[in-house]
């Protein structure tokens, strides 16, 4: 959400609050933000304190109390940056490059070790289509991802997949000094 002002806050947060239960049926349980005035108004205190949500303050001036979403605010910045750099757009529209580097970021998986499931060729129409991989990352030489089949010590290049960011890491055995994984393209 774009705002001009900081009284904006309050309504779209609960804009965004009906938002996330809607589309994801989750439901807030903490807030953190730094000590700004637009979250320290009773109204929207009462607010949390009414949909049970906690609010957790940062202490003044100390921006690494809330790491994730400064972290977060660099690299949209720097993405944003980057996209003028390349271009002789006037710097007004940045707020049209915010929305797209930010749609970038959340179109991408961003979690090495993530579970997916990825799409192979199968010799037999009753073979399952899909098979568990782990995302470890992405090819230079073409577009897609790197997956590892674990049973088969292998890591699959493939253009899809179905990733499961919501899940933990699958675990695997380590092999040391075992050989490593061959690479094998998915058509």
Known sequence: YLLKHKHEVFENFKVFKSEVKLQLGKKFKALRSDRGGEYLSQEFKDYLSKNEIVQHL??????????????????????????????????????????????ILNM??????????VKRDSAHKLHQRSVKCIFVGYPKETIGYYFYFPPENKVIVARYGNFLENTNEIPVESESLGSPPKLIPVR
Do not use: H, I
């Not at 100390?62 to 994730?68: A, I």
């Not at 940045?94 to 929305?99: C, G, K, N, R, T």
């Not at 991408?108 to 499931?117: D, L, Q, R, S």
């Open 58 to 103: 940062t202490s003044s001036y100390t921006p690494q109390q809330n790491g994730v979403s400064e972290r977060r605010n660099r690299t949209l910045l720097d993405m944003v940056r980057s996209m003028f750099n390349l271009t002789t757009l006037p710097l007004s529209l940045w707020d049209y490059a915010l929305e797209s580097v930010v749609r």
């Open 108 to 117: 991408v998986p961003t979690k090495k070790g993530c579970e997916a499931y």
